[in-house]
Structures are given as structure tokens and as C-alpha cells.
């Protein structure tokens, strides 16, 4: 994996562990959304840096090497 890829899928990570924060009680995610702006922003810019804009398959291929939990397989 060449370093602008495992980038974007770090970047990519974080924003999904951030969302499952800012989401987990339904009451106060809509104080946390604008929290989410940042990640976002990092991971799109992540993304275009490695080339992946537009190439979703290989893109979760990168995140599933770092987030095997991420296969779809619930192990």
C-alpha cells in the first residue's frame, strides 16, 4: 500500500469512528454533527491526493487491510 492510500484509508477510519461517536445518542448527535467537518474534509482530501475519488472498490480494499472488521463477514 503506497502512503497517500493508507491515508486515505487512516483518514477514512477515523471519520467512521467519529461518526459512530457523534451518532451513538440520537438526542445529542445534532450538537455533534458539525464536529464531523473536519474528518470529512480530511478524508476527501485524502482521497483525491491518492487517486481513489471514484475507485470505491479499491478503496475499501485499503480499509479492509487496516479494519478487517469491515469485510461484511459480522467476525
Do not use: K
Not at 483525491?48 to 479494519?67: C, I, K, P, T, Y
Amino acid at each position: 500500500m503506497r502512503d497517500d492510500e493508507l491515508a486515505a484509508a487512516q483518514a477514512y477510519v477515523r471519520l467512521l469512528e467519529a461518526t459512530r461517536a457523534a451518532l451513538c445518542d440520537p438526542d445529542d448527535a445534532p450538537l455533534y454533527m458539525p464536529l464531523l467537518a473536519a474528518p470529512i474534509e480530511e478524508a476527501d482530501g485524502a482521497l483525491r491526493r491518492a487517486g481513489l475519488s471514484g475507485n470505491e472498490s479499491r478503496f475499501f480494499d485499503l480499509v479492509r487491510s487496516l479494519q478487517p472488521s469491515m469485510s461484511g463477514s459480522g467476525h
